[in-house]
């Protein structure tokens, strides 16, 4: 599984985390990466509701858990995970938002998630704890051995559309209590509420993911790459690192075409790009250029780096087994070094005279064989 890491700072939610260790807060978008428009409404859609949901029920924590499921399909969570938080493979994939009264911003953790999965055991219903310290069955949890210690929890699964549990909307306290009638009406509307806004913004993220995704092959289309490419330049001008893009060309395409048919050639296409996307890291972009030519961006990556996936993509292409005849590429390579100034349309125009170049040399070496 690929990786998305999240920029994470050293602020501290209420001292300790949850599970024990430091909280932290954390914005969501992907380290070095700008936020999208659709992670900051999935930001503020957090913010917001953690904020009601503790002015209602007058507490000093409010959390949104996600037990299952993914509340983001943003275009690069699409390449991978969501943009939220990074989940290296076989780690748990369950994620909770905690807003802690005083702070700005919501705090991400993948703490004990005992409470939230007793709470879905009953999707009909509110779980309300009165006390944490009279129940046996959360004497080990981090956030009883605290100073203070929470002691309150209530809690309202959440369903979406589908009726399918996905995870709950929480509120605690440092002190035994019960919610009003009020509170409790008030919290499954909360409830309710979010999970409209949550439809919502997973359907304008698709529809986001739409105009950006070619049709036939599901990677990035031109527009999509324009503005990738533009995003990653200007990390590079902000911040020195290396960037290199990849111009490839499907060798004789056009031949391929002409003798087995348009539908074998889309087929061909499609098998390609699933082995370009192999050698990929999270933060690589990958996007038909036009036609039979794709471009891979690779940011943070030098020029030897680049000529390694490179070779690894040459010696997939090699290996796979191609309906009808063997499927070569042509690959150009073109990289922005540190410091390196030029813009990216210098860097497009260097990565497409390399490919022609390489398309040159094997056209010329075919003639010599």
Same mark, same amino acid.
């Not at 409209?196 to 993911?209: A, I, K, S």
């Not at 995003?231 to 690192?241: D, F, M």
């Not at 087995?260 to 690589?284: F, K």
């Given at each position: 599984m690929t990786v998305l890491r999240?920029?994470?700072?050293? #602020?501290?939610?209420?001292?300790?985390?949850?599970s024990g260790g430091a909280g932290a807060t954390v914005s969501l978008r992907l380290p070095g990466h700008p936020m999208s428009e659709p992670d900051e409404r999935l930001g503020r859609l957090l913010w917001n509701i953690t904020s009601l949901a503790g002015l209602l029920c007058?507490?000093?924590?409010?959390?949104?858990?996600? *037990?299952?499921?993914?509340?983001?399909?943003?275009?690069?969570?699409?390449?991978?995970?969501t943009a939220a938080v990074a989940l290296d493979s076989g780690v748990d994939q369950r994620r909770q938002w905690w807003r802690f009264a005083g702070q700005s911003? !919501?705090?991400?953790? +993948?703490?004990?998630?005992? %409470?939230?999965? +007793?709470?879905v055991t009953t999707p009909d219903r509110i779980t309300e704890i009165g006390d944490l310290s009279l129940d046996n069955r959360f004497a080990d949890l981090a956030m009883m051995k605290i100073v203070p210690e929470v002691r309150f929890y209530a809690a309202i699964p959440l369903s979406d559309q589908h009726g399918e549990l996905i995870g709950t909307l929480c509120v605690l306290d440092r002190v035994p209590r019960r919610l009003?009638?009020?509170?409790?009406?008030? *919290?499954?509307?909360?409830?309710?509420?979010?999970?409209?806004?949550?439809? @919502?913004?997973?359907?304008?993220?698709?529809?986001?993911?739409?105009?950006l995704t070619d049709s036939l092959t599901g990677v990035g289309n031109r527009r999509g790459f324009d503005r990738r490419l533009h995003?990653?330049?200007?990390?590079?001008?902000?911040?020195?690192?290396a960037l290199s893009l990849l111009m490839i060309d499907v060798d004789k395409f056009?031949?391929?075409?002409?003798?087995?048919?348009?539908?074998?050639?889309?087929?061909?296409?499609?098998?390609?790009?699933? *082995?370009?996307? @192999?050698? *990929?890291?999270?933060?690589?972009? !990958?996007? $038909?250029?036009?036609?039979?030519?794709?471009?891979?961006? %690779?940011?943070?990556?030098?020029?030897?780096?680049?000529? %390694?996936?490179?070779? $690894?993509?040459?010696?997939? %292409?090699?290996?796979?087994?191609?309906?009808?005849? !063997? !499927?070569t590429v042509s690959v150009g390579i073109a990289t922005l070094e540190p410091e390196e100034v030029c813009d990216f349309a210098t860097l497009l125009q260097r990565?497409?005279?390399? @490919?022609?170049?390489? #398309?040159?040399?094997?056209?010329?070496?075919? #003639?010599?064989d």
């Open positions: 999240a920029d994470v700072s050293d #602020k501290h939610g209420f001292g300790i985390g949850l007058d507490a000093p924590i409010a959390m949104v858990s996600q *037990l299952q499921g993914e509340f983001d399909c943003s275009e690069r969570g699409a390449l991978s995970m911003s !919501v705090v991400c953790s +993948t703490a004990d998630f005992s %409470l939230c999965e +007793t709470a009003s009638p009020h509170q409790r009406d008030g *919290l499954r509307l909360l409830a309710q509420q979010f999970m409209e806004q949550l439809e @919502m913004h997973r359907d304008m993220q698709q529809l986001q993911r739409q105009t995003e990653e330049w200007s990390r590079h001008v902000r911040s020195g690192a056009k031949q391929y075409n002409d003798s087995y048919g348009h539908p074998a050639g889309d087929v061909i296409l499609n098998l390609l790009c699933e *082995l370009l996307r @192999m050698p *990929l890291r999270a933060s690589d972009f !990958v996007a $038909r250029y036009g036609g039979d030519e794709f471009s891979i961006i %690779l940011p943070n990556t030098p020029q030897a780096g680049a000529q %390694l996936v490179v070779d $690894r993509i040459q010696s997939m %292409l090699t290996a796979a087994q191609w309906p009808h005849c !063997v !499927v990565a497409d005279q390399a @490919m022609y170049l390489c #398309k040159y040399r094997r056209r010329e070496a075919e #003639k010599r």
